[in-house]
């Protein structure tokens, strides 16, 4: 009797002792909830941009993709006008997905704000622009190009994409747009709003706290490049940290489920949009990093960076991550020729 009380007590004594540490953690966690909620409504009333943003997105029930295009939404943000077709796509409204004919060759285009025409008309994005490059280069061919990019997408969404969806639209060829900010499923913008939520805060800040301390060890103990220009900086340190893992994971998984399909894949770099006409370009090494990445998984590999570097910066972009129309037009024809030269 005396040992099935003192078990008893020791349940007491350790009930009491957790369960203001519980108490603790719940709370801290509903204060973090409503923190992070305040902060982006902020950001929401300062920033007009993101505003319009959520005027054409809306919450994923998909904890991979977090949020998606609203079909149907259209918004114009600096002069662009954005309309989302009824499949949720920024692109024409897809006509006959399921009833593919003898001579179409249909491409699948995966990636983020770059493939998507962020701060370009719809028609000059290199998605739009290839399907009428093809068109010319293959008369014989009905060429239709399905763009499936959503911008602030990372390498995991897009792929989920092809997974849910891509292989429904019976591609011939499946081309995925590598942005060097891939690794990065949290952007900084959409992702965190729409999941803000969702995600245990406790955790999720902790997991940047010790992220971003570690990658100070890191540069302090020698083990990261330390370069003069921040934004290298940063792709270098996302490239190299697990956050590359990301991607890898990416990669697996979209060979495993083209393979299945006996689809094959292009994988297309766009560069960091800082650099002059005949100088070094200073990511080349991340290029290269993705390049024996797609190797490996016996994806044909194409970098648009020796084509666009044929020209300053500022003739082909309007910033450092997104082609201007000239930049689309250039990335389009680049694919094309790829395309066209024979095996």
């Known amino acids: 009797m005396n040992e099935v009380v003192t078990v008893k007590r020791k349940v007491i004594y350790i009930t009491m002792a957790v369960l203001p540490l519980l108490v603790l953690v719940i709370a801290a966690e509903l204060h973090l909830r409503a923190e992070t909620r305040q902060w982006y409504e902020k950001k929401l009333a300062k920033n007009r941009a993101l505003k319009n943003s959520l005027l054409i997105h809306r919450h994923s029930g998909d904890p991979v993709l977090i949020y998606e295009l609203t079909p149907g939404a259209e918004v114009s943000k600096q002069g662009i006008y954005y309309k989302i077709n009824q499949a949720g796509f920024r692109d024409d409204e897809f006509t006959r997905p399921n009833d593919k004919q003898t001579n179409e060759y249909r491409i699948v285009v995966l990636g983020d704000s770059v493939a998507w025409g962020w701060g370009v008309e719809m028609p000059q994005a290199w998605p739009q622009q290839l399907e009428r490059q093809l068109s010319s280069a293959m008369p014989d061919k009905q060429v239709v190009v399905y763009n499936l990019a959503v911008n602030g997408y990372s390498t995991p969404q897009e792929v989920r994409v092809m997974e849910k969806i891509g292989f429904s639209y019976q591609p011939d060829l499946v081309i995925l747009n590598y942005v060097l900010n891939d690794p990065e499923v949290e952007d900084g913008g959409l992702s965190w709003y729409f ?57 697996d998984d979209l060979a495993d489920m083209t393979a299945r399909h006996r689809v094959p894949v292009m994988v297309m770099v766009t560069p960091v949009f800082q650099f002059a006409k005949g100088q070094a370009y200073s990511w080349r090494e991340i290029h290269q990093q993705v390049e024996r990445l797609s190797t490996q998984h016996r994806f044909t590999f194409l970098d648009v960076q020796p084509l666009l570097s044929q020209f300053d910066s500022a003739d082909v972009s309007f910033d450092p991550i997104h082609p201007n129309a000239e930049g689309h037009k250039l990335i389009a024809s680049a694919i094309r020729d790829k395309l066209m030269v024979k095996p």
Request: proline share 2%.
């Open 195 to 251: 999941q803000a939520n969702d995600r245990i805060e406790i955790l999720f800040k902790g997991k940047l706290l010790c992220s971003m301390l570690f990658n100070i060890i890191k540069a302090e103990m020698g083990w990261a490049p330390k370069v003069a220009n921040s934004a290298m900086d940063h792709f270098y340190v996302t490239h190299q940290s697990d956050l590359f893992e990301n991607v890898e994971r990416g990669f």
